[in-house]
Structure formats: structure tokens, C-alpha cells
């Protein structure tokens, strides 16, 4: 699996459409200070699922949509795309390509879609847990990251060796066959009230 392309569009100082082709070997971004490379590292995460505003230097989620320069009005939408070549189906869907969309409004409606169809925040998150991809997976390590490794307490320190070691969906999948039961048992106890009220 590798990164094909990224376009950005409406996100951060992004105002135009701007496509970023990945080929193979080693790519690096450079650029003058706050020309916007931060914002593009940025902009893989919040595509990826990020759903902190403040881990994207910001304090609600909107403050990634353009917010207008002085030659450009604010826009009302950021959307982001990301492109992964999916030919060794590393990723567990069944096309060649999978293309990751987010979109975002001002009034805060958002939009994900899995190859172009419509999909929850929950699918996304399901498609990368464990993949190296997760949100609190090594393969982005901004600014700041590594000593937040080192300043975090173990157990913090404990679920970035679980995204690595790739258990998290198991431990995920615990959790809700344990809820479930918990209903279950929720069930049960009704049935039970139910059949001394008619015994
Ligand atoms: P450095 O080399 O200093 O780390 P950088 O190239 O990483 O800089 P970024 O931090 O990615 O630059 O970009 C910062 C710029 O993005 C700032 O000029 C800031 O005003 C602009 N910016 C951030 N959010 C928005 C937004 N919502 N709308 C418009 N511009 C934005």
C-alpha cells in the first residue's frame, strides 16, 4: 500500500484546488515558513479521521476551512481526498485504488466517503485501525511528537506500542462483544421480570 495523491481543497491556507502526486521513492515538501507544509501533514490526518481540532492547531473543527486572506473571501467548505494504491489489498477493500474524501462546512456538517460513496467517521476508523495508519500511529510524527512519546505516562506510552503491535481491533472488538452481552444480560432480567409477572 502507498501514498498515490493528496488534493487539497478549501483546507487551511489552501483556498485553491491543489493536487500533490506521490511518486515512488522519497518526496519532500519544502517551502518558506507558513507557506503551509505543516498544514499539509495536517491535512492527511484530518482526512484520516483526526477529530481533535486542538491537535490540528485550532479550537473547533471549522478553524481548517479557509478563513480568507487578503485577495480571497473565506470559503464555506474544506474537503480533502487521499489516494492509497491498493493493488497488494493491504487495506481491506476490494479495488486497486482507495480513495479517503472528508468535507467539512462552516455549519459543521461533515462528510466521509470510502471511494466515493458516503460512509461514517466509524468505517474509516474501523478500515485504518491497526493498519500503521490509526490515529495514534507512527506514521506521521509532527512537531512536538516525539517528546510527547517521551513525556506521555505508561499508559498512554502503552497505546502507541498497541497501534504498532496491531491489537487495538481486538481489544475494540472485546469491548463491544462485552457491551453487547451487557444487553444481553439487560434482556435476560426483563424476560425473567416479564415471566414472574404472568407466572
Ligand atoms: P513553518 O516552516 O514555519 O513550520 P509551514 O510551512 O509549516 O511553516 P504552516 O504552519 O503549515 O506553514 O502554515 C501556516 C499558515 O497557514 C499561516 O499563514 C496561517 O495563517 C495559514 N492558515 C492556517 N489556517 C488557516 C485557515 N483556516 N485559513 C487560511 N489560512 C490559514
Known sequence: ??????????FKSFAQKTQIEFRPGLTAI??????????????????????????????RMPDVIFAGSNDQAALNRAEV????DNSDHFLAVDTD????????FRDGTSEFLLNQKFVRLKDITDLLMD???????????????????????????RQFIEEAAGILKYKK???DA???MAETDDHLLRVADIVSELA
Do not use: C, H, Y
Open 1 to 10: 500500500m502507498k501514498l498515490k495523491s493528496l488534493v487539497l481543497d478549501g
Open 30 to 59: 519544502v517551502g518558506p515558513n507558513g507557506s503551509g507544509k505543516s498544514n499539509l501533514v495536517e491535512a492527511i490526518r484530518w482526512v484520516l479521521g483526526e477529530q481533535s481540532a486542538k491537535s490540528l492547531r485550532g479550537s
Open 81 to 84: 481526498e487521499i489516494t492509497f
Open 97 to 104: 485504488e482507495v480513495a479517503i474524501t472528508r468535507r467539512l
Open 131 to 157: 493498519t500503521g495508519l490509526g490515529k495514534d500511529s507512527f506514521s506521521l510524527i509532527s512537531q512536538g511528537k516525539v517528546e510527547q512519546v517521551f513525556n506521555s505516562k505508561p499508559e498512554e506510552r
Open 173 to 175: 472488538e472485546r469491548l
Open 178 to 180: 462485552q457491551s453487547k
